[in-house]
Every structure is written in C-alpha cells, then in structure tokens.
C-alpha cells in the first residue's frame, strides 16, 4: 500500500526550469523526514534534498541556491522546483522516506530529468 509517483520530468535547456511532483502514500509523510534522491548514469543514487516535519529544509552542496523542496500536506504531495539547471542535473529523480544513515530499501519508478547544453 505504500506508493510513490514521481512525475514533472522533462527535458529542458541548460538554465531552464523544472517542477517534479511526487504522489506518495501518507505512511511515507508520515516519516520525519522526506526527501529527493537522483541517479544519473553510471553513477550511485544520492540524496539532493530534504524537508523535515518541522519545515527545515538541507540540500546537496551541488544544487544548493538553485533547487527548493516543499509539500502539500492535504494532498499528499512533495515538490522540487529547479531552477537554473545544468547539464550536470541529468538524471532519474526519486522521492522517498529520510532517515539518518539509511538508505531506503524500495523505491518508485522515478521522472527523469535531461538538461541539455
């Protein structure tokens, strides 16, 4: 019964912007924390940013200043607006629970972000 629909992925020129959208079930809002994790090609999946239930907010040194997470309570529903996008930010973009130390140990579909040059 747990769910996460990620969705607003696209492929955009570098500087351009996007808003990704993720559809979860109350059990993973129910977390401390949740958050956007990414995967680009070749690479290991890395968490970009987090939202705490008390509204702090933490970001990866390499999108801090450009990207901003956020949610909507009453409809179940997370956000990541990312502006001034590089090439570098390719990549599958996932939402999912936080927790300090741990990763997640299952996963939805993820959108996926192209940013060309």
């Known amino acids: 019964q747990v769910h996460r629909l990620e969705s607003g992925g696209g492929l955009v020129q570098a500087g351009g912007s996007l808003r990704l959208s993720c559809a979860a079930s109350?059990?993973?809002?129910?977390?401390?924390?949740v958050g956007w994790y990414r995967q680009a090609p070749g690479k290991r999946r890395e968490l970009v940013a987090t939202?705490?239930?008390?509204?702090?907010?933490s970001y990866a040194d390499s999108v801090k200043g450009r990207f901003t997470i956020s949610k909507d309570i009453a409809k179940n529903t997370l956000y990541l607006q990312m502006n001034s996008l590089k090439p570098e930010d390719t990549a599958v973009y996932y939402c999912?629970?936080?927790?300090?130390?741990?990763?997640?140990?299952?996963w939805g579909q993820g959108t996926q972000v192209t940013v060309s040059s």
């Open positions: 999912n629970g936080v927790v300090n130390g741990l990763t997640p140990g299952s």
């Open positions: 109350e059990m993973i809002f129910s977390l401390d924390a």
């Open positions: 939202l705490t239930r008390g509204g702090t907010t």
